[in-house]
């Protein structure tokens, strides 16, 4: 089980990001995608899950608005795009996957993620 992100990116204040997560060694429906992201010095936070069974997404009420989560079933992939980007958005990302909960209620806990991606750096600054 492989889950692998594409590359560090830096931003401008107010622009957007996508960032990529291509997945392999698994059956890409078996598993909820979540994205998550750490700060130096701050707690694990959750950004939003997608079934790619159906494209059903949920989202942190922090993001909601400003983030869509995709995925593209033909090519084992998801995408995290967050958009009017600011500093406080510097960060690094990771996708995982895990099996915990449902969409209609969103559980999420770093120690039942069955795989990580290696995590993208995004840095937002003028």
């Known amino acids: 089980v492989q889950l692998v992100q594409s590359g560090a990116e830096t931003r401008n204040p107010g622009t957007s990001v996508k960032v990529s997560c291509k997945a392999s060694?698994?059956?890409?429906?078996?598993?909820?995608i979540d994205w998550v992201r750490q700060s130096p010095g701050q707690e694990l936070e959750w950004i939003g899950r997608?079934?790619?069974?159906?494209?059903?997404?949920k989202y942190g009420r922090k993001f909601q608005g400003r983030v869509t989560v995709t995925v593209d079933t033909s090519a084992s992939t998801a995408y995290m795009e967050l958009m009017s980007l600011r500093q406080e958005d510097t960060s690094m990302y990771f996708c995982?996957?895990?099996?915990?909960?449902?969409?209609?209620?969103?559980?999420?806990?770093?120690?039942?993620?069955?795989?990580w991606g290696q995590g993208t750096q995004v840095t937002v600054s003028s």
């Open positions: 060694g698994y059956t890409f429906t078996s598993y909820y």
């Open positions: 995982a996957i895990t099996q915990l909960g449902s969409m209609e209620i969103v559980q999420w806990d770093k120690s039942k993620y069955v795989q």
């Open positions: 997608i079934d790619p069974k159906d494209g059903r997404t």
